[in-house]
Structure formats: C-alpha cells, structure tokens
C-alpha cells in the first residue's frame, strides 16, 4: 500500500503521466499517475487518502521548487498532467462527496485578453491541493463571474492577465464583484502585475506563482 502511495507521489511530482510517456526518463518503461492511482482504489486505499498523502504532497514539492527556481514551467506543467491523470480516477468521489474538497476556487482571464497559460496552470495546481476548481476560461467579463458566485457563494475568485493592457480590465471586475459580494476574497495573478497594483485594485491577495496561491488558500482554510 506504502508502495503505490509513494510511486503515485514521485509520478505526479515528477511528470510521468502514464505507462506510455517517455518523460521523465528515469521512470520510462514504469507505469504513471494514471494507471498507479488506478491501482491503488483497486487495492482498498481511500479516495481521501490518495488525495491528501500522495497528489497534495507531490504537487506542494513541484510548487515549492518552482519557487525556488529549482523548477520551471515545463516541469510544472508536466507534473500538472500527471496529476489530472490521477484526478480522472478520483473525480467521481468528489462529486459522491467521498472526498472532502478544502473549497471552491473560481478562475478566469479577464475580458480583452486570450493567454492561459498561466491560468490553466494555476487552476491545475489548486486543483492538485484538493479544491473544486472552477475554471471561467480566457475573456471573462465581470458578469461571468459574478454569475459563478451566485452560484458557489463560498467560493475564492482569482484573475488572470498576461498583458499591460488588460491587467487594467482587473479594476472593472473587482469594483462589480465588490458592489454585490463586498467581502470576496478575490486574488490576482499575471505577468505585469505586482502587489502594489493589487492593493490599487482593491484585490486581496497578489502571487507571482501557483505555490503562492496554494499558500494563501491554506491560510484561509485555517483561519475558517
């Protein structure tokens, strides 16, 4: 049982997604995220357990490093694959309720602007530390998501821009999601931006990477 959890935790952590993928090489020939967590819920271990010993841990190694720049976004983005490999096998015991998820987590790039890739990243790395992710896609206006908080009233919202231009777009959708829900947690990320601007924005919380944003999830789950 030891043995699947820590092969599951060091496919995720480093990027093996299946029985197929070459990558790493150190792991070709070996069987990957998608067949091993298949394994372990055929072997007995909980969808809990898998969640909380083997995919958060991993995923929390791979955001770390990357802020430590021991990792970059290739890496990441491999480990990210991996873990939705795993997450395939998992999702139907969120939805039972099997699985206890920390929280959902709302994410779009904001209107005018078509870059996910740091999106996509983020959503797949919150995802990885055990919240419901919820993810609005690229040109989001502020409606979009001011409908998806009606919907799931708990929820933590982030925005995503990548250009100097469309970073200005966060200031519109903050101002509508505050005028109906004044107490939001409402977090932004992009390329341009910085922690004074998310102050001027009357955001609350500014990360430069995915790790950063798990951080100050963790915060909030332990503050509630």
Known sequence: MNNLIENLAESIEFGKINFASSYPPKLKGLPGADEICKEALEAGLSPQEILNVALIPAMSRVGQKFSEGKAYVPEMLMAAKAMAAAMVHL????????????????????????????????????????????????????????????QHKDCVVALSALLT???????????????????????????????????QIGANHYSSNPQGVIEYLNKIVEKN
């Open 91 to 150: 999702k139907p015991f969120f939805s039972s309720g099997e699985i206890e998820l920390k929280g959902v987590f709302i994410i779009g790039t904001v209107f005018g602007d078509l870059h996910d890739i740091g999106k996509n990243l983020v959503a797949m790395m919150v995802e990885g530390a055990g919240w419901k992710v919820i993810d609005l896609g690229v040109d989001v206006k502020p409606q979009k998501f001011i409908d998806a908080i009606d």
């Open 165 to 199: 231009t469309t970073m200005m777009n966060m200031e519109s959708i903050v101002k509508e999601i505050r005028k109906k829900y004044p107490s939001k947690q409402i977090l932004v990320g992009g390329a341009p931006l910085n922690q004074d601007f998310c102050i």
